[in-house]
């Protein structure tokens, strides 16, 4: 039976402080107050919903093994590239291969749940194991309700045929298009409709509707539900809903909201992975995907849950959070406000896309080399071995970095340079397996800053290039915590 092998999860450790968007905007609209409690995750400037995307996968493949993987498919409403394969950048980023059938699916708040739903009845065509993943980092205008309510992360899941920890029961959709709110083709923010009917005329009357089709299906009871996960902004709605299906209440799943917002179209399969971290052998979990139409999934756990490697997930993304109180910080990583960066920040950053091709595996996937002759390895590969005692030619085969840990041999904070962040971190890495690399560091403290610091390295925007619309992504060492 077709279902999920693996899963896994992330949430960016900036955790801004709601209090500290409400105390700088309340003097304008005083109804913010209502939602001054808890935190939203908030993207570091080097962060967007492909990066996030890409630790989610390495999370995910990282707690279980892929077998002959077919298939990569990443769903988004906040895809870098609107015309450029954004699943080939995830793919390539994670070293996966050539072999692989890509797909990127958007334009919904559903496109989370809706792209599992095309992935798991792909995988069985295909033959093989697929992986999804699904991220959102969605822009908010200033001193609004969604500034506050939304959130960025990622989720990914591994998805196969034996091997489960989740069997797919069954799934239903309906296809309505019930606007709540639309975002146009050159429009920067969403527009969003009056919320007494998106609840009394969207929510409360088709997503009933949905799940009475998924129970249809599958003969499934509301009384049978362990887990009931819907993302819903809007307070009451998912109980009130679950109460008319014959779901208990204690069945409902914490909607995350005070610890990180909701993250778009990833939320749905964000509070999913988090479920299955936490999920018994046996248990039945009904999803629910929303926007312009309704989507519901039916899993039931499998034994083989109870003994699964369990990977860093949500949980351990939340708990890995930093309190984030300068919400000027926040405008300015969000381009909400227009910054004077300085002379130094003044250079053509231009792509020679020649160069990116011929050096994928390098730049994309943090690939150097291993030397054939003295097991020697080094990053960047080159055609001569680094060995003073070897000095081979055209003697390295492919070797992957992004894994392996690392420690600071030496570092610097440069307050010159420009950074969006500043200082600007960067040093010598030492990976633990031999080889070195002058990197950049991100979600760097000044008290973690120490020779000996125990790093990872992680898939980052390396710059923007504002004059051509084109990001420049690279791998950046960070605190192993």
Request: proline share 4%.
């Amino acid at each position: 039976m077709v279902g999920i092998v693996g899963y896994g999860g992330y949430v960016p450790r900036l955790r801004l402080q709601r209090k500290a968007v409400v105390q700088a905007n309340s003097w304008f609209n005083p109804g913010l107050k209502a939602y001054a409690k808890g935190e939203r995750a908030m993207c570091n400037w080097d962060e967007d919903s492909l990066t996030m995307a890409v630790e989610a996968a390495r999370d995910c493949l990282g707690a279980c093994q892929a077998n002959d993987l077919r298939a990569v498919y990443f769903a988004s409403t906040s895809m870098p590239f609107a015309d450029r394969q954004n699943a080939g950048i995830l793919s390539t980023a994670l070293a996966l291969g050539e072999n692989l059938s890509t797909l990127d699916i958007t334009s919904s708040q559903r496109a989370g749940t809706s792209g599992l739903i095309t992935a798991l009845n792909a995988q069985t065509g295909i033959g093989g194991q697929l992986l999804y993943a699904t991220a959102d980092k969605r822009r908010t205008k200033a001193a609004s309700q969604q500034e506050l309510l939304f959130g960025d992360g990622a989720a990914a899941f591994l998805l196969g045929a034996s091997g489960t920890v989740a069997d797919l029961l069954g799934w239903h959709q309906v296809a309505i298009d019930f606007v709540d709110h639309y975002r146009g083709e050159n429009e920067e923010f969403d527009y969003t409709w009056e919320e007494r009917w998106i609840r009394d005329e969207g929510y409360l009357k088709i997503v009933p509707r949905a799940l009475k089709g998924l129970f249809d299906k599958t003969g499934l009871k509301g009384e049978q539900v362990d887990r009931f996960i819907m993302p819903c902004v809007l307070r009451g709605v998912p109980e009130g809903i679950a109460k008319r299906a014959g779901i208990g209440e204690a069945a409902v799943a914490n909607q995350l909201q005070e610890v990180m917002g909701e993250s778009g179209a990833a939320h749905a399969l964000v509070m999913l992975s988090d479920a299955l971290q936490a999920a018994r052998p046996g248990e039945t979990i009904v999803l629910i995907g929303w926007g312009q139409g309704c989507d519901v999934l039916a899993f039931r756990t499998t034994p083989a849950i109870a003994g699964a490697s369990k990977p860093r997930g949500i949980k351990g993304y939340l708990a890995r959070r930093k309190e984030e109180t300068n919400y000027s910080k926040f405008l300015a990583f969000n381009d909400l406000v227009t910054r004077e960066k300085g002379l130094r920040s003044e250079v053509d950053k231009q792509t020679p896309l020649t160069t990116l091709y011929r050096k994928k595996d390098m730049l994309l996937a943090m690939m150097g080399g291993k030397c054939r002759v003295c097991g020697t390895v080094q990053f960047p590969k080159a055609n001569v071995c680094v060995n003073p005692n070897c000095g081979a030619f055209h003697s390295q085969d492919d070797h992957p970095f992004a894994d392996t840990p690392a420690k600071i041999q030496s570092w610097t904070a440069d307050q010159l340079t420009y950074s969006p962040d500043p200082p600007a971190y960067c040093g010598m890495v030492v990976f633990d397996e031999g080889g070195r690399f002058m990197s950049d560091f991100t979600d760097m403290d000044a008290d973690k800053a120490n020779t000996g610091q125990k790093m990872r390295m992680v898939f980052r925007i390396k710059e923007h290039d504002d004059a051509r619309g084109f990001t420049k992504y690279f791998w950046k060492a960070t605190p192993a915590y």
